[in-house]
Each structure stands twice: as C-alpha cells, then as structure tokens.
C-alpha cells in the first residue's frame, strides 16, 4: 500500500519563526489533505491540496505531484499553532492513509 | 452546518467488556469511515460506509469489532470484548454533498481499556 513519510516528526519554534513541513508518498494520489489536531484531539481540515499551492491566511501548502511530496507552510507562527500536523492521502476506496504527524510547539 | 458528531467523548472500561461508540455525519453525507487513531500515531481506517453499505471493512478485527450505518445516517461501533491494545481514540469522518473530495472529522472518542 501506499506509504505516508512527514518530516520532521517534532519541530519546537519560538513565536512569530516560520516553518515548512514535509510530506512524501510512495505512489501516484488524487486526494491530499493537510489536518491540524489540536491539544483537545480535534483534526482540523487545513488544505485539500492533490496538487498546485493554496494559501489560507498564514498557512500555505504545495504539491508536487509528479515527484510525490507535499510542504506545509506556517509563517508567522503562534501558540494557538501548536499541535500535531498531519499529512493524508486518498487510498484506493476513497479513505485516506495518514502520516505519524510532525508535533509542533510554538514558545512564547 | 453541524459537524460531526459522536458520543460519548470518553470512555473507561475494563478488559473483556464490551463498549459502543456513536457517529453522526454531516447532514447529507453518503460516506462515513471509522478510524482508530493510537497515541502518537496518525489515525488508521478500521471501515468505511457508502450510505449503509460496507465498502471497506479490510482492516476492521471482526472477531471483536463491529459496526453498522443501518438507514445511511448514524453508525455504531461496537468492541466485544474490548483488549488492552485497544486503548485509543476513535474518530468518525463524513464526506460528501458538494464536496465530494474532503473528509470531516469528528472530536472522537477516547478510550481506555484498563
């Protein structure tokens, strides 16, 4: 089956510092989606993104689909950023294979 | 637009009971997928249902698991008898309505099995 790879698996920033996180997969998709999951266990839906760069406030993402791997932008960051940040693609039925996640946390 | 909703939030049982979750998708929402998602790992499908058709049950434990969407809205989950390994969060997703490509996810339920 598909394999789902996120990098780096933690990641600690200091408030207002920039990131990109990673996200490769082994096999053509047509679905990738980026989730936060805050403390409270929530998965957020931040970008349903198979291919091309969105931008949604201070979050960005691109994927390359040709080569097989996603990035995660967070400019500006804050403590409400804080959190485990997932990368999933669309398996074969339509459900979604996700990464182990890079845990983020963002200092004041 | 109401989320997804599941109940209860948490849970505590002992090992060889049995527990049931419940999932309430997005209004108008033909798929509905059980994940279980172990502390420090991303969540895992354990079924999926187009309306109240299984479509995907390959990786649900059926000897202990089950689950039903019996008129194509509201789901169970039900573990018979619960095991120690167990011990995760359960999270429901919906997708469909005019958005046919991004899953929603509930708040899940977390489980311990003690």
């Known amino acids: 089956g598909i394999q789902v790879e996120q990098s780096p698996p933690d990641l600690i920033l200091q408030e207002g510092a920039n990131s990109t996180l990673r996200c490769n997969f082994s096999?053509?998709?047509?679905?990738l989606q980026w989730f936060h999951q805050n403390p409270w266990g929530q998965l957020i839906n931040l970008f349903y993104?198979?291919?091309g760069t969105k931008q949604n406030g201070r979050l960005s993402a691109t994927t390359v689909a040709t080569e097989r791997y996603s990035l995660l932008y967070i400019s500006s960051s804050q403590t409400t950023d804080s959190g485990v940040y997932f990368c999933?693609?669309?398996?074969?039925?339509?459900?979604?294979?996700f990464g182990k996640g890079t845990k983020l946390s963002v200092k004041p | 637009e109401a989320g997804v909703a599941q109940s209860p939030r948490y849970k505590i049982i002992e090992k060889r009971q049995s527990v049931a979750f419940w999932c309430n998708p997005i209004?108008?929402?033909?798929?509905l997928y059980w994940y279980q998602q172990i502390l420090g790992q991303g969540p895992k499908l354990l079924i999926q249902?187009?309306?109240?058709?299984?479509?995907?049950d390959s990786q649900l434990p059926k000897d202990r698991f089950s689950a039903e969407r019996l008129k194509g809205v509201d789901s169970t989950l039900k573990i018979q008898p619960a095991k120690l390994e167990d011990s995760a969060v359960y999270l429901c997703?919906?997708?469909?309505?005019?958005?046919?490509?991004?899953?929603?996810f509930g708040p899940g339920t977390r489980l311990t099995v003690l």
């Open positions: 993104i198979p291919s």
């Open positions: 096999d053509s998709v047509n679905n």
């Open positions: 997703a919906s997708k469909g309505g005019r958005n046919t490509d991004t899953q929603y």
């Open positions: 209004s108008g929402h033909a798929t």
């Open positions: 999933a693609v669309g398996g074969s039925q339509g459900n979604l294979i």
């Open positions: 249902f187009q309306n109240n058709g299984v479509v995907d």
